[in-house]
């Protein structure tokens, strides 16, 4: 009975910053770990940032070029995702997910490692 529960998509001007939250429940596994993915029409879910609960090791893909953060809240139970300096190319649908088990190295990088997905929350970044 894993809920994600997205929040925080809107539209905002290039350059500009948004902060996306996921209230999660439900997930009481030892290793599990969470993260962010975006999709835009015609193209394939793509890996952004993603988190373990327990350590909180982080990893993010390359083309963002730091400008996005995760972090997690564990007493909300809450992941977010701090996007700065926001570029047009960054909008898309922004979702959720959580995997049971953490992924590792390019795993990260996979829809097939995770087991929870949001609805989503799209992010507009206009020029």
């Known amino acids: 009975q894993v809920q994600l529960v997205e929040s925080g998509g809107g539209l905002v001007q290039a350059g500009g910053s948004l902060k996306l939250s996921c209230a999660a429940s439900?997930?009481?596994?030892?290793?599990?770990?969470m993260g962010w993915f975006r999709q835009t029409p015609g193209k394939e879910r793509e890996f952004v940032a993603g988190?373990?609960?327990?350590?909180?090791?982080?990893y993010y893909a390359d083309s963002l070029q730091g400008r996005f953060t995760i972090s997690g809240d564990n007493a909300k139970n809450t992941v977010y995702l701090q996007m700065n300096r926001l570029k047009p190319e960054d909008t898309a649908v922004y979702y959720c997910?959580?995997?049971?088990?953490?992924?590792?190295?390019?795993?990260?990088?996979?829809?097939?490692?995770?087991?929870?997905w949001g609805q989503g929350t799209q992010v507009t970044v206009s020029s």
């Open positions: 997910t959580a995997a049971r088990q953490s992924p590792y190295g390019s795993t990260w990088y996979a829809t097939s490692s995770y087991d929870y």
């Open positions: 439900g997930l009481t596994f030892s290793n599990f770990a």
């Open positions: 988190i373990r609960w327990t350590g909180g090791s982080t």
